[in-house]
T-cell receptor
Framework: KNQVEQSPQSLIILEGKNCTLQ??????????LRWYKQDTGRGPVSLTI?????NTKSNGRYTATLDADTKQSSLHITASQLSDSASYICVVSSGPTGFQKLVFGTGTRLLVSP | GAGVSQSPSNKVTEKGKDVELRCDPISGHTALYWYRQRLGQGLEFLIY????????KSGLPSDRFSAERTGESVSTLTIQRTQQEDSAVYLC?????????????FGSGTQLSVL
């Protein structure tokens, strides 16, 4: 069964600190892996998209890594800000070109405390 | 428009009533998706529209659920005879052409509460 598992479920860090969120997947075939940020009451917003051949991708203070061999990904947030408080969702795309069949993780809820 | 727009933002209904949710995708986006997000769970795929092709309805949970899209614009998701288990946030997303590595743009969702 195609699954995406994220850890931890929730995390509290102090403003200015770094953190790393984990994602393991069993989706096959694999097309790409995405990280989304979802603020409370809003839709998810794309942070990064990585294909099989990409090991790392950055978007400002967000850096995602992908190990396609072990089927693991991580999202590293540097110098956290209060506005980083949100749910971070790992999503794996499985399917032929032309149709996106996305498998969503349940997210890691991050709270950045002042 | 500037982004994906969904309405209403909140809907409270009584069990057994029909509801209609609306999605306005980003202008020019040919691909449109509906997802359901239950509390504490990951997004579940419901239906996918791509241009004038037949929609992929493989995610619709029952025949009480249906969706339509007019050309490459507005889409409506209809839930008939609502049940309490239908309570969730219904999210719509669009993308330029539905190809593999495109970014999806989500609306803010409709929070549906069935009493």
């Amino acid at each position: 069964k195609n699954q995406v598992e994220q850890s931890p479920q929730s995390l509290i860090i102090l403003e200015g600190k770094n953190c790393t969120l984990q994602c393991n997947y069993t989706v096959s075939p694999f097309s790409n892996l995405r990280w989304y940020k979802q603020d409370t009451g809003r839709g998810p917003v794309s942070l990064t998209i990585m294909t099989f051949s990409e090991n790392t991708k950055s978007n400002g203070r967000y850096t995602a890594t992908l190990d396609a061999d072990t089927k693991q990904s991580s999202l590293h947030i540097t110098a956290s800000q209060l506005s980083d408080s949100a749910s971070y969702i790992c999503v794996v795309s499985s399917g032929p070109t032309g149709f996106q069949k996305l498998v969503f993780g349940t997210g890691t809820r991050l709270l950045v405390s002042p | 428009g500037a982004g994906v727009s969904q309405s209403p933002s909140n809907k409270v209904t009584e069990k057994g009533k029909d509801v209609e949710l609306r999605c306005d995708p980003i202008s020019g986006h040919t691909a449109l998706y509906w997802y359901r997000q239950r509390l504490g769970q990951g997004l579940e795929f419901l239906i996918y529209f791509q241009g004038n092709s037949a929609p992929d309805k493989s995610g619709l949970p029952s025949d009480r659920f249906s969706a339509e899209r007019t050309g490459e614009s507005v889409s409506t998701l209809t839930i008939q005879r609502t049940q309490q288990e239908d309570s969730a946030v219904y999210l719509c997303a669009s993308s330029p052409s539905g190809t593999g590595s495109e970014k999806l743009f989500f609306g803010s969702g409709t929070q549906l509460s069935v009493l």
